[in-house]
T-cell receptor, first 111, second 114 residues
Framework: KQEVTQIPAALSVPEGENLVLNCSFT??????LQWFRQDPGKGLTSLLL?????REQTSGRLNASLDKSSGRSTLYIAASQPGDSATYLC??????????FGKGTRLHILP | KAGVTQTPRYLIKTRGQQVTLSCSPI?????VSWYQQTPGQGLQFLFE???????NKGNFPGRFSGRQFSNSRSEMNVSTLELGDSALYLC?????????????FGPGTRLTVL
């Protein structure tokens, strides 16, 4: 059964710093992994989708990597800004195709 | 292109009542999934519909049901509401039921059960 874990649960960093968010999954037989952003009380915004054949994806200041063999994905945010403050969730499919979400990392960028 | 819309945005009900939530996917998207989000359990998968057929179902009691119409709009129904059903209910749409498709989420319906 797929389990997705995100550590840490919360993170505060000064503005301008680069940071890495971690996501681990137990079943490495995934076909993709997706990173989302959620602002308080809002829905989810898709950030990056990495297919199993890819090792990383980039969008602007965001870079997500996928290492299936170790069951890990990272989301790298360069030159963080206060507007990056949000909860970041990763999601991976189980063998039954159900999408399993981590509980997220709550990120706070300090101005 | 309009995003995923959900109605109503907020809902207050009392225990024992039933509720119906609605989700309109992005135009051209045929797959709609529903999720429940609570502080304790996080985001949990409820079910997915594709072309009016339920393709997958999460581990929720039978009080939670859904359906999809021919125009891909979907409804979710919860009967005999319990306090623990208070949550943010999110729906997501994707173009097909393909593994390469990105899911796009709506803003959610905040359900409060008193």
């Amino acid at each position: 059964k797929q389990e997705v874990t995100q550590i840490p649960a919360a993170l505060s960093v000064p503005e301008g710093e680069n940071l890495v968010l971690n996501c681990s999954f137990t079943d490495s037989a995934i076909y993709n992994l997706q990173w989302f952003r959620q602002d308080p009380g809002k829905g989810l915004t898709s950030l990056l989708l990495i297919q199993s054949s890819q090792r990383e994806q980039t969008s602007g200041r965001l870079n997500a990597s996928l290492d299936k063999s170790s069951g890990r994905s990272t989301l790298y945010i360069a030159a963080s800004q206060p507007g990056d403050s949000a909860t970041y969730l990763c999601a991976a499919p189980g063998r039954d195709d159900k999408i399993i979400f981590g509980k997220g990392t709550r990120l706070h960028i300090l101005p | 292109k309009a995003g995923v819309t959900q109605t109503p945005r907020y809902l207050i009900k009392t225990r024992g009542q039933q509720v119906t939530l609605s989700c309109s996917p992005i135009s051209g998207h045929r797959s709609v999934s529903w999720y429940q989000q609570t502080p304790g359990q996080g985001l949990q998968f409820l079910f997915e519909y594709f072309s009016e057929t339920q393709r997958n179902k999460g581990n929720f009691p039978g009080r939670f049901s859904g359906r999809q119409f021919s125009n891909s709009r979907s409804e979710m129904n919860v009967s005999t509401l319990e306090l623990g059903d208070s949550a943010l209910y999110l729906c997501a749409s994707r173009r097909l039921h393909e593994r390469t498709d990105t899911q796009y989420f709506g803003p959610g319906t905040r359900l409060t059960v008193l």
